[in-house]
């Protein structure tokens, strides 16, 4: 069974930095996607950034140029750096995994921006 397991949410100021961090366990294979959503209260998840196994990434278009998301295999981890945060980058973060087309989720992190 993967397990997934978050840290690094915090309250920033606006123009701040904060960096997400998941790692995985549970698993003896590579994991096909690795990233991460994000939702508010009354909002579908979204997807904020997501790489494939390979090295493709994927972004939000509102967090293109401002998140990047990294992964690396060697320690089943993928984590998110988020530069000039925005008010509206205040959710909850999820890590995000897909297996072998089974969906694995982080426990959420809160990230707070506040202005």
């Known amino acids: 069974q993967v397990q997934l397991v978050e840290s690094g949410g915090r309250l920033v100021q606006a123009g701040g930095s904060l960096r997400l961090s998941c790692t995985a366990s549970g698993s003896n294979f590579a994991f096909d996607i690795m990233g991460w959503y994000r939702q508010v209260p009354g909002k579908q998840r979204e997807l904020v950034a997501i790489?494939?196994?390979?090295?493709?990434?994927t972004y939000t278009d509102s967090v293109k140029g401002r998140f990047t998301v990294f992964r690396d295999d060697t320690r089943d981890a993928v984590s998110l750096q988020m530069n000039s945060l925005k008010p509206e980058d205040t959710a909850g973060y999820y890590c995000y995994i897909l297996l072998r087309r089974e969906n694995y989720w982080g426990q959420g992190n809160p990230g707070t921006v506040s202005s």
């Open positions: 790489e494939a196994y390979g090295g493709r990434k």
